[in-house]
């Protein structure tokens, strides 16, 4: 069973650009959730995908955006760079429904916005 | 709006030392409520669960409605808990869409 894996780990990007970070959720899980971890904090949710739809959102603007794909891989793309937008981007996958409650956690992606 | 607080950002304890990890929690609905850990170098990891009501690597945590808190404990503290630890909560029924705790750094000293 292969666990979440999360790619590029490192990425630093201009500020206005586009970044794309990718997820690849945990062998039988459908549902894949993403968070931004800024430096000392705990992580924020930002929108979380089940059966390639958006299944809630949290308090991001509408240039974060994400998909998921048929095979329950997501990608979480980021419009428009903020300085502000640094951070560690956590992607978490979750069994189907009745399977159990736990978010697996990939080792997240540093982005850098300079 | 749920939130939940962890009030201590560092806890430096003697090994042996009983450690308690403080967290309070604000839901008007009926939440589910985990512990999360991080150790150097390793991606977050689920500890434990209200709803499991079980002890992990000696911890334990019981949700007080009345307090609105989950606070996490452990009477004999060892080295190997030194870690990051986040509390986190979700919505039941609700996918798991968890609101995070800014996070308790442990530290065990020898």
């Known amino acids: 069973e292969t666990g979440v894996t999360q790619s590029p780990t490192h990425l630093i990007k201009t500020r206005g650009q586009q970044v794309t970070l990718r997820c690849s959720s945990q062998s039988g899980h459908n549902t894949v959730s993403w968070y931004q971890q800024a430096l000392g904090q705990g992580p924020q949710f930002i929108f979380q995908?089940?059966?390639?739809?958006?299944?809630g959102r949290g308090n991001f603007p509408p240039r974060f955006s994400g998909l998921q794909f048929p095979n329950y891989s997501s990608e979480l793309n980021v419009n428009a760079l903020e300085l502000d937008d640094s951070a560690l981007y956590l992607c978490?996958?979750?069994?189907?429904?009745?399977?159990?409650?736990?978010?697996?956690f990939g080792q997240g992606t540093r982005l850098t916005v300079v | 709006a749920q939130r939940v607080t962890q009030p201590e950002k560092l806890l430096s304890v003697f090994k042996g030392a009983p450690v308690e990890l403080k967290c309070n929690y604000s839901?008007?609905?009926?939440?589910?409520l985990f512990w999360y850990v991080q150790y150097s170098r390793q991606r977050l990891q689920l500890l434990l669960r209200h709803i499991s009501r079980e002890s992990i690597k000696g911890f334990t945590a019981d949700l007080n409605k009345g307090e609105t808190s989950f606070h996490l404990k452990k009477p004999f503290a060892q080295e190997e808990d030194s870690a990051m630890y986040y509390c986190a909560l979700s919505q039941k029924a609700a996918g798991n869409k968890l609101t995070f705790g800014g996070g308790t750094r442990v530290l065990v000293k020898p």
């Open positions: 839901y008007s609905g009926s939440p589910e």
């Open positions: 995908y089940y059966r390639e739809e958006e299944n």
């Open positions: 978490a996958s979750s069994p189907p429904k009745g399977k159990g409650t736990e978010a697996f």
